[in-house]
């Protein structure tokens, strides 16, 4: 069988046919397509090479088939060559699959080029229809020298023929440019310009000498930059024939005209040719001056010019500044390339141009907004700042010539593969973080440098940080989080106020609540919406994130993370501290959040176990390496804090979590003894105390009290002698003896409860049943009164050592430190014996006198507590509002306190604030008084001071803003003034002198109640009840004021209705029935009263929370007086619009709506300062609600009367100015809507009611919007008929209605059309028919050039009322003269047409009557 017959094999041969074939193959002895080698293994040596040879392994080799597979990532190949990498063998169906990619991946890499700089020029203009076709024969003859050898392609030759060209050119001008380098100069150019590659027409003008300013673009010839040369040398001749006065002449008039913009952009582009120094130093000649003018004398002219011109605002830059560094040149590399290094053969100078010395920062005075650069430290670098380079913040970004780092760039850096380089930028970003809370950037940054890092992704960049693996890198994050999250003034003011009057409360550090309800949910029943839950479960991280920063941490899981570093990685001390930083903001945040910290697995027993042990080992070092094992202070406040967060938290970290067992070790050993540094052991024990008073103020861990009584006393005992080495030792030692007496109060105050739960009090039992606390009664606590009634005498006893140390200027200052907590326990001590059955009376009343005499009024008298007083207007948050203004930037999904400023700035938030020291004497003082009523007259003098009388007017019409900023601080002072006030309304029935200033108590009383926050709702019940409505504070009552404001009202009330002074007396004398209408109409505050009362009141065993509500604003809206109107208006079921009949009022109707007018007009008479914070818009609003509640309230007599005259008041010239309806009433969209929902009732149930009528013709005066009058002269134009109010029935002048001139076509063809209709008669409304006349009257006579359609519009409304039927309305719209509102028309006539308007009707109409007569 020859080989040339064999077949090939087929798919359907079996293996004993592929054998078959293979033996025929090798008998014919053909040669195969194939070689079999034994080839050795280069991996193993020869000897296993010929080893293998031994075993006759058959090798199969392939033609051109390399040795070795190629690898696909080679270990150096440029990019585009990686992504060629393929085995020969490979198809190009497989090759295209391989590199085929989605199309949203081709689509996201189109990166559009940037051609906003490119000239558009037009083709060159050529003899032949097509391009010159490039050949192989062309390029090979054109390059055949110049090219090197081996193989090149075309566009390879062709690019490298056009750089030889362009150097042969650069060596031919090299002479010429050294012979004419005085030539080069005249005109600007520098051989560093002729190296630039982007020039193709300019160059060719630079190295001749061509102009400055033309380039040649844009003519339409093929030689534009011959042309250009020929106008260039053109102006040089013409040049050379001026003197050198006649240039300076024409120079100074081109000044005159051009834009001073134009002259500096030209003097910019000279700026750029200059050459630098050295042709500068040699003398000008003629030609210098002829092509750049720059003599002395031009200078100063062009100088004077500019600075007449005061308002230009363009940049002005230094000259050497714009010029182009030349290319980097081989000699001038710092690194000599050796040929014999690797690819260094041929030097690409290009790629080296980074090896150069910088260029010296741009020095620029400019107005526009420059890229912020920040150091190592986070300081901010000036950007003509010249830095030297060894301090590393030169690098290759895209001004490689500025020092430091942007924003943008630190986070590039944050994701580098080099680990150095990801710590290096979160450290400088943490350190930028912290400057920016300090306030560091507010003068010098535009914007908010915390805003945008969290727009841009920070709170990602640090989670992702601390996942990461190198330690450095994730202490850096760590650090970075705590300067995003933690304030330390904030948490030391915090800790500071601890020990003030009701201290421990704080508010949850909670974002402003958004209202973001999706418009598809406004329209479902109430059971299909989303629960907000549900809506928080849809969001995104980024999107909570975006809303609440610890939120949208905890969301993506932080918390396990920093448990993860706490009890694997155990990392450095500073990182350990940062940590537990952060875990007391996110504490500080909510109740919920404290409770994740909680449920974390394993969290809390690391922090316990590794940094409050039990017993621990001392430390070597002030500065030890390792803080596991060691008692930490903030570990001991991050358990404070968590029991801050409510009564469940508490009792888990006593009871779980070994809380009694680290009080018991922490209490009872004395911080000398605690193997410590000193300021440690007293931080520690300080905390520990703190979190035991904590507990005590739920009633918990009172037990453990009665265990350490004596080491409790001990300490208490020897509180008045604090010692120490430092100052800031003595200030540590304070603070624990302050948080001791806190506890020993709370201890007090739940001892004090115990016989009223014993007893199973029936108030007890309605508060716990009616309250949200629980159905059950707390149990009793363990600590009874007997356990606590002998810690009086040593606290008394340290209470008088603390007043006569105010004597000596030694101990002045920590006695009044002190002061405050003692005078806190005292109160606390008396308040509660007063419902003991171990009560005395007698005994009670001898130790306040007693204490009276010895230490409140030597107390009161002291000049350190009319130092106090003093302060009181100067370091108010009230009357200054600029204290708490947070001078640094805030940023609303990160709420905090911002204290720096506020302790900058003033002592109110430090140890010798002025708040607590007063808040303190007067909360023991009202307690007193309330128990020994005769002593309340030695107290007058405190009150009468002028520094407290001075402070309390101060406060009178002051607004202070509601914030995280000043909340907690606003809320101490809220405590001053309440009990200011509390101990001035005791004193105005005893003391003449102080019932002088009743008027002053009151207002300032009425302004406390639209102030209180959150958590204060006892104190607004207790304003309210006592001293709003009190007659003791309202002397207008007795001293003929009710007869004052009746003349005041003479000339505007009408004969049937009462006299405001009657009025005013009947509302004196029915201030208990309205305290009780405005008491029944704040019900539905019940449960946060009772919850507030029993924090204020020491109730221990009831309060279930120190964190206060949610800080949404004041507990009180500020138009407050309207709230039984508003009431009224939305059980009636008019809050969705109004306009419905309502048949029957609810019982009681009537007389609220009677009282809350009657406290109205109280107010509008005699404290209309209280109101000054609800706008007259409002209040016109609010009052629309007697209207809208029922179709027959505004009808009943006292209501009406009452009304109509808070509406006088309301029309008084100063108030109709203020009203502005064009602003929306708080609460509504718009006042258009509320008059809409008017108008609909008024047509309804009005039945011509007169002060109704009034109502709606307010909103139609000129100045108001047009769309409430083409409502009533449109939609509702019946209601016209109805509308009877009397020219002086009228409660606003006439002319606001009827100037100026109406301007609304439509609605001027609406009054012609109610008056040709009979729509609108004199008899049915008056004032509007005398409004439509003054308008339309205007409008037809008027030549004022306007518009063709308003033009027509006149004559057609003018033709038509000369043809009018109606004599009566013809005379009145043609001879109506002026607004009369006193004359029985509302107008005035004219007998006959003037001339002027003669001659208008006879060009119109066409005829008139001789002599004008109609």
């Not at 009343?845 to 010895?854: A, H, K, P, Y």
């Not at 204290?899 to 900058?904: F, G, I, K």
């Not at 012609?1312 to 004199?1322: D, I, Q």
């Given at each position: 069988m020859e080989f040339g017959m064999l077949r090939r094999p087929k798919s359907t041969d079996s293996e004993a046919d592929l054998l078959r074939e293979q033996q025929e193959l090798l008998a014919a002895g053909g040669q195969s397509t194939v070689t079999v080698v034994n080839r050795p293994d280069k991996r193993r040596g020869d000897a296993a090479g010929a080893h293998e040879q031994k075993n006759h392994r058959d090798v199969v080799t392939i033609e051109d088939l390399p040795d070795e597979i190629p690898t696909l990532t080679p270990a150096k190949k440029s990019r585009f060559q990686q992504e060629r990498v393929r085995f020969e063998d490979e198809g190009p169906e497989e090759r295209l699959d391989r590199h085929d990619t989605h199309i949203s991946a081709v689509l996201s890499r189109i990166i559009e080029r940037d051609t906003s700089a490119v000239p558009v020029l037009l083709p060159c203009i050529t003899g032949t229809a097509f391009p010159k076709v490039l050949r192989r024969s062309m390029v090979e003859s054109e390059g055949q020298e110049r090219a090197p050898r081996g193989r090149k392609s075309i566009f390879a030759r062709q690019i490298g023929a056009h750089r030889s060209n362009n150097e042969d050119v650069q060596s031919l001008n090299g002479s010429e440019t050294r012979d004419q380098s005085s030539a080069s100069r005249h005109v600007g150019f520098s051989p560093l310009e002729s190296m630039e590659?982007?020039?193709?027409?300019?160059?060719?003008?630079?190295?001749?000498?061509?102009?400055?300013?033309?380039?040649?673009?844009?003519?339409?010839?093929?030689?534009?930059?011959?042309?250009?040369?020929?106008?260039?040398?053109?102006?040089?001749?013409?040049?050379?024939?001026?003197?050198?006065?006649?240039?300076?002449?024409?120079?100074?008039?081109?000044?005159?005209?051009?834009?001073?913009?134009?002259?500096?952009?030209?003097?910019?582009?000279?700026?750029?040719?200059?050459?630098?120094?050295?042709?500068?130093?040699?003398?000008?000649?003629?030609?210098?001056?002829?092509?750049?003018?720059?003599?002395?004398?031009?200078?100063?002219?062009?100088?004077?010019?500019?600075?007449?011109?005061?308002?230009?605002?363009?940049?002005?830059?230094?000259?050497?500044?714009?010029?182009?560094?030349?290319?980097?040149r081989e000699e001038e590399l710092p690194i000599k390339p050796q040929k014999v290094w690797l690819h260094m053969d041929k030097v690409e100078l290009e790629k080296l141009e980074w090896t150069r010395d910088l260029p010296a920062p741009s020095r620029l005075s400019t107005k526009k907004a420059m890229q912020a650069r920040f150091d190592f430290a986070g300081t901010l670098i000036p950007a003509t700042k010249d830095l030297p380079t060894h301090l590393g913040l030169h690098h290759h970004g895209e001004e490689p010539e500025l020092a430091g780092y942007s924003l943008?760039?630190?986070?590039?850096?944050?994701?580098?593969?080099?680990?150095?380089?990801?710590?290096?930028?979160?450290?400088?970003?943490?350190?930028?973080?912290?400057?920016?809370?300090?306030?560091?950037?507010?003068?010098?940054?535009?914007?908010?440098?915390?805003?945008?890092?969290?727009?841009?992704?920070?709170?990602?960049?640090?989670?992702?940080?601390?996942?990461?693996?190198?330690?450095?890198?994730?202490?850096?994050?760590?650090?970075?989080?705590?300067a995003l999250l933690v304030s330390s003034?904030?948490?030391?003011?915090?800790?500071?106020?601890?020990?003030?009057?009701?201290?421990?409360?704080?508010?949850?550090?909670?974002?402003?609540?958004?209202?973001?309800?999706?418009?598809?949910?406004?329209?479902?029943?109430?059971?299909?919406?989303?629960?907000?839950?549900?809506?928080?479960?849809?969001?995104?991280?980024?999107?909570?994130?975006?809303?609440?920063?610890?939120?949208?941490?905890?969301?993506?899981?932080?918390?396990?993370?920093?448990?993860?570093?706490?009890?694997?990685?155990?990392?450095?001390?500073?990182?350990?501290?940062?940590?537990?930083?952060?875990?007391?903001?996110?504490?500080?945040?909510?109740?919920?959040?404290?409770?994740?910290?909680?449920?974390?697995?394993?969290?809390?027993?690391?922090?316990?176990?590794?940094?409050?042990?039990?017993?621990?080992?001392?430390?070597?070092?002030?500065?030890?390496?390792?803080?596991?094992?060691?008692?930490?202070?903030?570990?001991?406040?991050?358990?404070?804090?968590?029991?801050?967060?409510?009564?469940?938290?508490?009792?888990?970290?006593?009871?779980?979590?070994?809380?009694?067992?680290?009080?018991?070790?922490?209490?009872?050993?004395?911080?000398?003894?605690?193997?410590?540094?000193?300021?440690?052991?007293?931080?520690c024990t300080t905390e520990a105390l703190r979190l035991f008073a904590v507990a005590a103020g739920y009633g918990q861990a009172c037990s453990l009290y009665t265990d350490l009584y004596p080491v409790l006393v001990k300490r208490l005992q020897a509180g008045n002698r604090p010692c120490a080495s430092s100052e800031a030792v003595l200030f540590l030692e304070l603070d624990r003896i302050r948080a001791l007496l806190v506890l020993l109060t709370q201890v007090t105050q739940t001892a004090g409860c115990h016989e009223e739960l014993q007893r199973g009090l029936v108030s007890c039992l309605d508060v716990c049943i009616d309250s949200a606390q629980g159905t059950e009664c707390p149990p009793p606590p363990p600590v009874l009164w007997s356990h606590v009634t002998g810690l009086q005498p040593t606290v008394i006893s340290s209470l008088k050592d603390c007043v006569r140390a105010l004597d000596g200027s030694a101990q002045m200052s920590s006695a009044l430190i002190l002061l405050p907590s003692y005078l806190l326990?005292?109160?606390?001590?008396?308040?509660?014996?007063?419902?003991?059955?171990?009560?005395?009376?007698?005994?009670?009343?001898?130790?306040?006198?007693?204490?009276?005499?010895?230490?409140?009024?030597?107390?009161?008298?002291?000049?350190?507590?009319?130092?106090?007083?003093?302060?009181?207007?100067?370091?108010?948050?009230?009357?200054?509002?600029?204290?708490?203004?947070?001078?640094?930037?805030?940023?609303?999904s990160?709420?905090?306190?911002?204290?720096?400023?506020?302790?900058?700035?003033?002592?109110?938030?430090?140890?010798?604030?002025p708040l607590s020291l007063p808040t303190a004497l007067l909360y023991l003082l009202n307690t007193i008084t309330s128990i020994h009523k005769g002593l309340i007259q030695k107290f007058s003098r405190l009150i009468l001071s002028d520094a407290v009388l001075g402070y309390l007017r101060s406060c009178i019409g002051a607004m202070p803003s509601v914030s995280h900023m000043s909340a907690w601080i606003l809320r101490h002072e809220h405590h001053l003034l309440y009990l200011l006030l509390r101990l001035a309304h005791k004193l105005v029935p005893v003391d003449p002198e102080v019932a002088k200033h009743a008027f002053l108590f009151h207002q300032v009383s009425l302004a406390l109640l639209s102030w209180l926050l959150p958590g204060s709702e006892y104190l607004a019940h207790e304003l309210m009840s006592v001293l709003t409505f009190s007659h003791s504070l309202l002397p207008e009552g007795g001293c003929g004021e009710p007869e004052v404001s009746a003349l005041a009202e003479l000339q505007l009330k009408e004969r049937t209705s009462p006299a405001v002074g009657v009025l005013l007396r009947d509302a004196l004398h029915h201030l208990p029935s309205i305290r009780g209408c405005y008491l029944t109409h704040l019900?539905?505050?019940?449960?946060?009263?009772?919850?507030?009362?029993?924090?204020?009141?020491?109730?221990?065993?009831?309060?279930?929370?120190?964190?206060?509500?949610?800080?949404?604003?004041?507990?009180?809206?500020?138009?407050?007086?309207?709230?039984?109107?508003?009431?009224?208006?939305?059980?009636?079921?008019?809050?969705?619009?109004?306009?419905?009949?309502?048949?029957?009022?609810?019982?009681?109707?009537?007389?609220?709506?009677?009282?809350?007018?009657?406290?109205?007009?109280?107010?509008?008479?005699?404290?209309?300062?209280?109101?000054t914070a609800v706008p007259p818009v409002a209040k016109l609003a609010r009052l629309a609600c007697v209207f809208l509640c029922s179709s027959d309230l505004f009808l009943e007599r006292p209501?009406?009367?009452?009304?109509?005259?808070?509406?006088?008041?309301?029309?008084?010239?100063?108030?109709?100015?203020?009203?502005?309806?064009?602003?929306?009433?708080?609460?509504?969209?718009?006042?258009?809507?509320?008059?809409?929902?008017?108008?609909?009732?008024?047509?309804?149930?009005?039945?011509?009611?007169?002060?109704?009528?009034?109502?709606?013709?307010?909103?139609?005066?000129?100045?108001?919007?047009?769309?409430?009058r083409l409502a009533v002269f449109g939609e509702h134009v019946g209601m016209l008929r109805s509308l009877g109010v009397s020219l002086q029935q009228l409660p606003v002048p006439l002319e606001k209605f009827t100037s100026p001139m109406e301007d609304s076509l439509p609605?001027?063809?609406?009054?012609?059309?109610?008056?040709?209709?009979?729509?609108?008669?004199?008899?049915?409304?008056?004032?509007?028919?005398?409004?439509?006349?003054?308008?339309?009257?205007?409008f037809i006579f008027s030549q004022d050039a306007v518009a063709e359609e308003v033009e027509a519009a006149r004559r057609s409304l003018l033709r038509k009322t000369y043809y009018m039927t109606d004599e009566v309305l013809k005379n009145h719209l043609l001879l109506f003269w002026q607004p009369q509102q006193n004359s029985e028309l509302g107008f005035s006539t004219y007998e006959q047409l003037p001339s002027i308007r003669a001659r208008r009707l006879e060009s119109i109409v066409g005829t008139v009557q001789k002599g004008g007569e109609m």
């Open positions: 590659t982007e020039r193709p027409e300019s160059d060719v003008m630079d190295r001749v000498g061509g102009p400055l300013l033309l380039s040649g673009q844009g003519l339409a010839i093929a030689n534009s930059a011959m042309e250009t040369m020929k106008i260039h040398e053109e102006n040089q001749a013409r040049l050379q024939t001026m003197s050198q006065s006649e240039i300076l002449e024409e120079q100074r008039k081109l000044l005159a005209q051009l834009d001073p913009r134009l002259v500096d952009f030209v003097r910019s582009r000279k700026a750029q040719r200059t050459p630098g120094s050295e042709s500068s130093s040699k003398p000008l000649q003629k030609d210098d001056f002829l092509r750049y003018s720059t003599s002395t004398e031009l200078d100063h002219t062009i100088k004077a010019q500019e600075s007449q011109r005061d308002t230009m605002e363009d940049y002005e830059e230094d000259e050497n500044q714009l010029v182009v560094q030349p290319p980097i943008q760039e630190l986070f590039l850096l944050s994701r580098s593969q080099l680990n150095q380089q990801r710590n290096l930028a979160i450290s400088t970003l943490a350190n930028v973080l912290t400057k920016a809370r300090a306030g560091e950037y507010t003068s010098s940054l535009k914007g908010s440098v915390l805003s945008s890092l969290l727009d841009a992704g920070l709170l990602f960049l640090l989670r992702f940080s601390l996942d990461d693996g190198v330690e450095g890198v994730m202490s850096a994050a760590v650090h970075a989080l705590r003034d904030d948490e030391e003011c915090l800790d500071n106020a601890s020990s003030w009057l009701l201290g421990m409360a704080t508010f949850p550090l909670l974002p402003t609540a958004l209202e973001d309800e999706d418009e598809e949910d406004e329209c479902l029943d109430e059971a299909l919406k989303e629960t907000a839950k549900e809506k928080e479960e849809k969001k995104t991280d980024h999107d909570v994130a975006r809303q609440d920063v610890v939120k949208g941490f905890l969301r993506m899981q932080g918390l396990p993370r920093l448990r993860y570093i706490l009890e694997v990685l155990r990392p450095s001390p500073r990182v350990v501290l940062d940590i537990l930083e952060v875990l007391i903001r996110i504490a500080r945040h909510s109740t919920a959040a404290a409770t994740q910290i909680l449920n974390c697995p394993r969290l809390m027993e690391t922090v316990i176990s590794e940094f409050l042990p039990i017993s621990w080992t001392p430390a070597v070092s002030q500065a030890p390496s390792s803080l596991y094992g060691l008692p930490v202070a903030l570990a001991m406040k991050l358990l404070r804090v968590l029991a801050s967060a409510g009564r469940h938290a508490c009792a888990r970290i006593l009871n779980s979590l070994g809380g009694k067992e680290l009080l018991s070790r922490f209490v009872v050993v004395d911080p000398s003894e605690m193997l410590l540094e000193a300021g440690e052991a007293l931080r326990y005292v109160e606390a001590y008396y308040s509660q014996l007063c419902v003991q059955s171990s009560f005395q009376p007698v005994q009670c009343l001898q130790e306040l006198e007693s204490l009276t005499s010895d230490v409140l009024l030597p107390l009161i008298s002291h000049q350190a507590m009319q130092n106090m007083a003093s302060s009181f207007r100067s370091s108010s948050v009230i009357c200054n509002p600029g204290l708490s203004a947070p001078g640094v930037e805030v940023v609303p990160l709420p905090g306190l911002f204290c720096s400023r506020l302790m900058s700035s003033s002592t109110i938030a430090g140890p010798n604030s019900a539905h505050m019940e449960p946060s009263v009772l919850s507030s009362r029993d924090r204020y009141l020491g109730r221990n065993p009831f309060v279930s929370s120190h964190l206060l509500p949610e800080l949404t604003g004041p507990s009180l809206p500020s138009d407050w007086p309207f709230l039984p109107l508003i009431s009224l208006y939305e059980r009636t079921g008019q809050s969705a619009g109004g306009g419905q009949q309502v048949e029957s009022l609810p019982a009681g109707s009537v007389q609220s709506a009677t009282h809350c007018l009657q406290w109205l007009l109280v107010l509008e008479s005699w404290r209309e300062q209280t109101l209501v009406q009367e009452l009304t109509w005259a808070l509406f006088r008041r309301l029309t008084r010239p100063a108030q109709l100015e203020a009203l502005d309806l064009g602003s929306a009433p708080p609460g509504l969209a718009s006042f258009h809507d509320l008059y809409s929902a008017l108008l609909a009732q008024y047509e309804a149930v009005s039945f011509g009611d007169l002060l109704f009528g009034c109502f709606m013709l307010l909103p139609l005066q000129r100045r108001y919007s047009v769309t409430m609605l001027l063809r609406l009054y012609f059309r109610a008056l040709v209709t009979g729509a609108l008669k004199r008899n049915w409304c008056p004032v509007l028919y005398a409004v439509a006349v003054a308008h339309l009257n205007a």
